[in-house]
């Protein structure tokens, strides 16, 4: 991946002219299924620019649980689309019957709904998939209601690889999708907004607004490609060490739920900031969620023997603890 980021043919993409994004960006609508794609600074960036593409100020717009958008972009949709979230279902999925409830009244006393937020994988649920069967319901109704619709899909490929279903099948009843080079796939900077071309143009523009423009930025997208084309199948090696590292942390007496189905595992620790002392005076790196509750993640720099040496640090600062 260095090297081709070194070797990379590079232009100007403000002006549309790095045949390296360009590739990249051909590539990822190719990959989705999607007529256009746009390549992004960040993950937050692909999400709050699918907002305001959708949304007007004042709009309602319905997401899962804990959703991303919500939690972890530092109240973006509120600062930059003036939207409110209002969320629904639990542990990162919701169904049919959810979103008919949520949405609001043709009243003046209530914002507008006008679009409809999916995660997949969820993150703060613990990298869910989102039930294939239940997704077409849930996008259905919208439908039904004449919503718009956007895939939060940082995590898209692992829900590839973990159901077998194609990312381009996931994507299809979306009006905008977001994915993350820089999570599993391994990339160092960027995520793509795949859509069609009229939505895309909007997205650009509203780039631009937020800053997004970039020069010679075919280095960062020689990244994408080659973890497009490298790293989407050796998910499943991250999925595999997420098991791994479950069944070793429940060995050790934590408790792990919901048990991984892709590449997030998150545990309960009885002593939450011992336990972050311990572990990391040992040099092993894991999230606090919430008072009890960690998140450790798989990916491309980690492998099976970090996990069997990580699961030996835990234990020995538990022992450490306990003393």
């Known amino acids: 991946m260095r090297r081709a980021m070194a070797e990379a043919e590079v232009g100007d993409d403000v002006y549309g002219e790095d045949p390296t994004v360009r590739r990249l960006e051909e590539l990822a609508a ?9 390549f992004v600074a960040s993950g ?3 999400n709050q620019a699918s907002l305001r593409a959708h949304t007007q100020p004042g709009d309602l717009v319905l997401a899962p649980a804990d959703a991303h958008v919500l939690l972890f972009e530092s109240g973006a949709a509120s600062a930059l689309a003036g939207v409110q979230i209002r969320t629904l279902g639990s542990h990162g999925v919701f169904d049919a ?3 008919r409830a949520a949405v609001t009244p043709p009243d003046a006393h209530y914002p507008p709904t006008t679009l409809v937020c999916v995660e997949n994988t ?3 649920a613990g990298g869910r998939v989102f039930p294939f069967e239940l997704l077409g319901e849930v996008t259905g109704a ?3 209601r004449g919503l718009r619709l956007h895939l939060d899909g940082a995590r898209l490929f692992n829900a590839e690889v973990a159901s077998g279903i194609p990312a381009a099948t996931w994507a299809e009843p979306f009006d905008t999708v977001a994915f993350c080079l820089s999570k599993g796939l391994g990339a160092p900077v960027g995520s793509l907004v795949c859509a069609d071309r009229a939505t895309i143009h909007r997205v650009h523009r509203i780039r631009k607004q937020m800053g997004g423009g970039m020069r010679q930025a075919g280095i960062l997208a020689a990244a994408g490609v080659y973890a497009l084309d490298h790293h989407v199948e050796r998910l499943a ?10 069944e070793g942390l429940e060995k050790l007496g934590l408790g ?4 991984p189905e892709t590449n997030v595992v998150l545990f309960r620790v009885p002593d939450a900031s011992g336990f972050l002392r311990e572990t990391r005076a040992r040099s092993v790196l894991v999230s606090a969620i ?3 509750c960690f998140r450790a993640v798989t990916h491309l720099d980690v492998g099976r023997s970090d996990v069997e040496e990580a699961i030996g640090r835990i234990e020995e600062g538990l022992r450490a603890l306990r003393a």
């Open 142 to 144: 919208a439908r039904e």
């Open 97 to 99: 019957a959810d979103l």
């Open 256 to 259: 792990v739920d919901p048990p």
């Open 44 to 46: 937050t960036m692909a």
């Open 290 to 292: 919430d008072a009890t």
């Open 237 to 246: 090696e991250d999925h595999a060490n997420a098991r791994r590292l479950a």
């Open 122 to 124: 969820h993150n703060r």
């Open 30 to 38: 190719q990959r989705l299924g999607k007529e256009s794609a746009l």
